[in-house]
């Protein structure tokens, strides 16, 4: 019975660290793709960083691409947003 709890309590561990990266990611994406509006936003001119054109397509490039899940709401609208883009 004691193993049963062990086993159990282990498997609640590693299911709520899994929940807890995937909700990250997630956020993460969601960031990455508002960032990118943003930047698109500003229009043309030249900034430190470059142009806000070519930063709005790296932050659109790295939410649908980089992070997981590969088919979420943020991951296709930052699809849609890259090809407006370029």
Known sequence: MRRAGLALAAAS??????????ADL???QRAAYREGRLWLARGSGETLWGRPRDLACLYFESAA???WPPGGRWARLSREKLKECR
């Open 65 to 67: 691409n980089l992070f």
């Open 13 to 22: 561990c590693l299911a709520g660290i899994y929940l807890l990266a995937a």
């Open 26 to 28: 997630i956020l993460r």
